[in-house]
């Protein structure tokens, strides 16, 4: 099962149980809509929610947006039947879903296993895919064997307010700087970060930054996005549409950077006619990992104005 190219720069999460907000968000500026069933969803609501997704599925146009759908975890008695009702009741309609805490190639596996058999007995031809959050100690820990889990898994994303709790590290938001950040000497989430887009990249998978909580605040926004592009992720989580311009913005490369990767890319070209290896532009060497690079970007800036 080949992995999907999609452009996921901003996915935005909104309540499976909010008809209103689900419509707003599947004509907004998002890459991908996520209908939560997990922490947006009261305990006392999540059976029904499952049916009011469904339908949203089934009967709004999402354009050319992703549908997602996060299913409860795995540790509740509420994830399987998620996949069940809501998967066979969307159909065609749905693209990936979305498990929370994953904490090892087996939970990845169960999922697998039940839109294999759904895909079987109502004879689908197009299978959805998997997306997978690492929040959890544990999961940090599996990274690297969830990543090799399964051919359906699609992308990798972390998620700072639960991988804080499981670590009990001090936070007082959700992916938010405090007093803990300005004491710490670096960025106190970047072993799992890092370690999350080496094993999304060993495999060919998308990896995406979790959400900022603080909605309002405008430049902690920017600086989250631009540590998380900083470290190699390709997109963010947004729990508010004031959100999206920013991030979306952060995860498409500039104009500039792009007509340099082109030129590298010319250049480089030319060079390897004359059989030449390494070369020089604009007074530096350029030689096979520029080109790695600069075609990396050349294709993000594609996929961006497709989107």
Do not use: W
Request: charged content about 25%.
């Amino acid at each position: 099962m080949a992995i999907p190219m999609r452009l996921e720069r901003v996915m935005l999460f909104v309540p499976a149980n909010n008809r209103r907000m689900i419509e707003k968000a599947a004509a907004s500026e998002a890459d991908a809509v996520c209908l939560d069933l997990e922490d947006a969803v009261p305990l006392e609501e999540k059976a029904a929610s499952r049916a009011l997704a469904a339908r949203a599925f089934q009967e709004l146009d999402f354009g050319r947006r992703l549908r997602i759908l996060r299913i409860n975890g795995l540790d509740t008695g509420f994830a399987y039947r998620d996949v069940i009702e809501v998967v066979e009741a969307a159909g065609e309609r749905l693209d990936l879903v979305m498990l929370p805490k994953a904490d090892g190639a087996g939970a990845i596996d169960f999922v697998d296993r039940l839109l294999t058999q759904i895909e079987q007995s109502h004879r689908r031809a197009r299978p959805i895919g998997i997306e997978a959050q690492i929040e959890t100690a544990a999961g940090f820990l599996r990274c690297a064997a969830i990543a090799a889990a399964s051919p359906r898994l699609e992308a990798l994303i972390f998620g700072p307010g639960d991988f804080a709790a499981s670590m009990q590290m001090p936070a007082s938001g959700i992916g938010e700087f405090d007093e803990h950040d300005a004491l710490y000497p670096g960025h106190r989430y970047h072993a799992a970060m890092q370690t999350l887009v080496a094993a999304a990249r060993a495999h060919g998978l998308r990896a995406l930054d979790g959400p900022f909580g603080a909605y309002k605040d405008a430049a902690g926004l920017e600086r989250s996005c631009r540590i998380a592009l900083a470290l190699g992720f390709e997109g963010k989580q947004c729990i508010h549409p004031g959100q999206l311009a920013a991030a979306k913005a952060a995860f498409t490369p500039p104009a500039a950077a792009v007509a340099h990767a082109e030129r590298v890319l010319e250049a480089y070209r030319q060079a390897a006619g004359q059989g030449k290896g390494a070369i020089s532009l604009d007074g530096k060497m350029i030689d096979a990992a520029n080109v790695r690079q600069a075609e990396g970007l050349v294709a993000k800036a594609r996929a961006a104005r497709g989107g």
